[in-house]
């Protein structure tokens, strides 16, 4: 076992359409996708073949993406079936980029657009909704291989979890460091505690009965309140073309040393540095708006470390980012222990498994595909500023179809009215940092490509402050 294939005791069970994934067409729209996405790199030639083989490896464990949504009345997903017409060239195709009239154009700025315009367009519904497109740089053998996939049929960790199932390591790399790994049946039994007696059980069973419900209350409230709030900044209206760019110019190694030195964790100082990108966004762009404090919407994954199977278990958490003008942030190492601390609470929090119960509960009605929730559910996706999701990926280089991948970025979905969506994916020492932007609510074509620089330069300025106290 590799230590990112599914374990060899894992069997594919059709868990059919679950209600949380119904959710996920009902609140897509033109100008929206619920699609998650993700681009290998390559230094070295892959042929079409192999790209393809790979796929109907994955058809084969995963035989969902070999089947489409059966709809009812009204645009309502009612089950999965079979597609009698699935082809393999419908999903997978190749193309190759013109040369670019500047020599000095990098590869992945060529891409930037291309993918923009891939991750823009809708699925055909009448297939099944996935597809792979293997780009080529003109002139050489460097490509590239964009994935994605439709939200319903799983949440991000799955659809990475597939697709991580379909590499192995690269040669002389140790299988032992993966970051996704099933445990064997073995080992799941070995964890597993001596069962309590029954009045124990009973007396547990009826105090996390109450700590539901009082937290039920409690998260409703707060979700309440966020559904009357009134985004300031990025109201522009929204449209289905997009821009895209992404940065890798950060290693982990270098995070670790950051976040070591200030007692914090990874995460948190990825998340500093992205306020602080934002927050320079926001002085450049809309300056009159003096944003104290930022929404972010972050998916928050419920899934146990061998759960392998397709579906959506994800919630979602709300995180407010200090700005620069914050009272609370008057220097780096400050907006760092903000973060921190708001971070800390978030974990404590039973909002996301509150919010995942809610959700998974309420779309499970005919009231979910009814246009007064489905705009309400709309209304409250579009609130946040951003969505941002962290994954860790593997540590490993991997290779895919006979090929290393040199690169590995994902992509989120950009949902509701949200102007930005941006996502952080940590693979074989890299940290890629990718930033989505709707083309009408924050114009600009380089602006993804300004929050990037400036995320990385907020991260250098930590590195500094390091290096300083160090010396």
């Known amino acids: 076992m590799t230590g990112i294939e599914a374990p060899a005791d894992y069997k594919y069970v059709d868990c059919g359409l679950s209600g949380l994934d119904s959710l996920f067409v009902h609140i897509e729209t033109p100008e929206h996708l619920m699609t998650i996405a993700g681009l290998y790199g390559f ?8 790209i393809q083989q790979q796929f109907e490896l994955m058809v084969e464990r995963f035989p969902r993406f070999a089947d489409r949504l059966d709809f009812k009345a009204r645009g309502i997903p009612s089950k999965w079936v079979p597609d009698e017409n699935f082809s393999m060239s419908n999903h997978v195709r190749e193309t190759t980029l013109k040369a670019p ?10 891409l930037f657009q291309v993918v923009a315009d891939l991750q823009s367009t809708p699925f055909n519904f009448d297939h099944p909704l996935w597809e792979a497109v293997l780009i080529r740089a003109s002139g050489s053998d460097q490509c590239a ?3 994605k996939i439709h939200h319903i049929i799983a949440d991000g960790q799955g659809c990475i979890r597939t697709l991580l199932s379909l590499c192995k390591p690269a040669p002389g790399q140790s299988s032992t460091v993966a970051q996704y790994g099933g445990r064997s049946a073995q080992q799941r039994q070995s964890g597993r505690a001596a069962r309590p007696n029954l009045l124990v059980r009973l007396w ?45 110019e950060i ?10 030195h200030f007692g914090v964790t990874l995460n948190d100082v990825l998340m500093a540095c992205l306020a602080g990108a934002l927050s320079d966004y926001f002085a450049k762009h809309e300056p009159d708006l003096r944003l104290e404090e930022m929404l972010a919407a972050i998916p928050v994954s419920m899934r146990r470390l061998d759960d392998w199977s397709l579906g959506n ?14 009272p609370r942030v008057g220097d780096p190492v400050q907006r760092l222990r903000e973060v921190h601390r708001r971070m800390n609470e978030l974990k404590r929090s039973v909002e996301p498994p509150i919010s995942y119960g809610w959700l998974s509960f309420a779309g499970k009605f005919p009231w979910a595909s009814s246009p007064w929730f489905v705009k309400r559910l709309r209304s409250c996706v579009h609130k946040p500023h951003t969505v941002f999701t962290n994954v860790p990926g593997p540590m490993i280089q991997l290779e895919f179809a006979g090929a290393p991948m ?20 940590t693979y074989h020492g890299q940290v890629a ?23 990385v330069e907020r991260f250098r300025e930590y590195q500094n402050l390091v290096e300083k106290k160090s010396k």
């Not at 070295?44 to 073949?49: D, F, G, K, L, Y």
């Not at 602006?447 to 995320?455: D, G, M, Q």
Request: with cysteine; proline share 4%.
């Open 101 to 110: 009239r500047d020599p000095n154009t990098t590869f992945d700025e060529q």
């Open 251 to 260: 290693r982990v190694d270098e995070v670790k040393a950051v976040k070591d």
């Open 43 to 50: 230094k070295q030639r892959v042929s079409i073949e192999a």
């Open 145 to 147: 291989l964009y994935i």
């Open 406 to 425: 040199t690169s590995y970025v994902a992509f989120a979905p950009q949902s509701g009215g949200c102007g930005l969506g941006m996502a952080i994916l």
């Open 433 to 455: 940092l990718s930033v989505l932007s709707d083309r009408a609510v924050v114009p600009g074509v380089n602006v993804p490509k300004e929050i990037t620089a400036s995320f």
């Open 204 to 248: 547990s069973a009826f105090l996390s009965l109450l700590w539901m419900i009082v937290s039920f209350f409690i998260v409703m409230r707060k979700l309440n309140a966020i559904s009357w709030y009134r985004r300031r900044g990025l109201r522009g209206r929204d449209t289905a073309h997009k821009h895209l760019a992404w940065t890798r």
């Open 313 to 326: 278990k994800v919630s979602v958490a709300c995180l407010w980012l200090p700005s620069d003008l914050s």
